[in-house]
């Protein structure tokens, strides 16, 4: 599959995707039993695992978003976390699930809970679609729940993009060859 300038090639598709979900629902649901936690999305890759979440979570609980980024359209991180959306929501004294697309270095995902603990959160967790155990630069001892561990490839589907493209696909892909500038 080519998306813009580079080539992908399937890496898991949409059926395993929603198994995965489903357990990690499981999971949440019971380890948040009896607690009302408030979700939150870090868009914009998020959104379509947030959507598909949260529909199998049947404890009471919250919904909300935060916007972060470190790609810009490549296929690197630029290190630099810039911050778009701010959280708008109080979370003090609540049990805090982080929601993201993937974790890679984990920088992002580091900042961002050590912000979230200034409001004094009861708790944080975080889950994640994809994590790459072998590009992790932060030990994140928060980060109890992850769809899928992939190796260190660059990734597109299911949230994911490349200079924006390729989030609505079903499947996640990886790249397999670069045509143009990366």
Do not use: W
């Given at each position: 599959?080519?998306?813009?300038?580079?080539?992908?090639?399937?890496?898991?598709?949409?059926?395993?995707?929603?198994e995965?979900?489903n357990?990690l629902?499981?999971?949440?649901?019971a380890d948040?039993?009896?607690?009302?936690?408030?979700?939150?999305?870090?868009?914009?890759g998020?959104?379509l695992?947030?959507?598909?979440?949260?529909?199998?979570?049947?404890?009471?609980?919250?919904?909300?978003?935060?916007?972060?980024?470190s790609?810009?359209g490549?296929?690197?991180?630029?290190r630099?976390?810039?911050?778009?959306?701010?959280l708008?929501v109080?979370?003090?004294?609540?049990?805090?699930?982080i929601?993201?697309?993937?974790?890679?270095?984990?920088n992002?995902?580091a900042?961002l809970?050590e912000?979230?603990?200034?409001?004094?959160?009861?708790?944080?967790?975080?889950?994640?679609?994809?994590?790459?155990?072998g590009?992790?630069?932060?030990?994140?001892?928060?980060l109890?729940?992850?769809?899928f561990e992939i190796?260190?490839?660059?990734?597109?589907?299911?949230?994911l993009?490349y200079?924006?493209?390729g989030?609505?696909?079903?499947?996640i892909?990886?790249?397999?060859s670069?045509t143009?500038?990366?």
């Amino acid at each position: 599959m080519r998306i813009d300038d580079l080539e992908f090639e399937p890496l898991i598709e949409q059926e395993t995707i929603a198994e995965r979900i489903n357990l990690l629902s499981v999971e949440l649901n019971a380890d948040y039993a009896g607690k009302t936690p408030i979700f939150i999305g870090v868009l914009n890759g998020s959104f379509l695992f947030v959507a598909d979440l949260i529909k199998q979570i049947t404890i009471p609980c919250e919904v909300t978003f935060t916007k972060l980024a470190s790609y810009f359209g490549g296929t690197s991180t630029s290190r630099k976390i810039r911050e778009d959306i701010d959280l708008s929501v109080d979370i003090s004294g609540r049990h805090v699930i982080i929601v993201e697309d993937i974790v890679d270095t984990g920088n992002t995902l580091a900042y961002l809970i050590e912000k979230l603990k200034l409001s004094n959160p009861a708790s944080i967790t975080a889950c994640s679609m994809l994590l790459k155990p072998g590009k992790l630069e932060t030990s994140i001892e928060e980060l109890r729940y992850v769809g899928f561990e992939i190796e260190n490839e660059f990734v597109v589907g299911y949230g994911l993009d490349y200079k924006e493209l390729g989030r609505n696909l079903k499947d996640i892909y990886r790249l397999t060859s670069t045509t143009g500038e990366v």
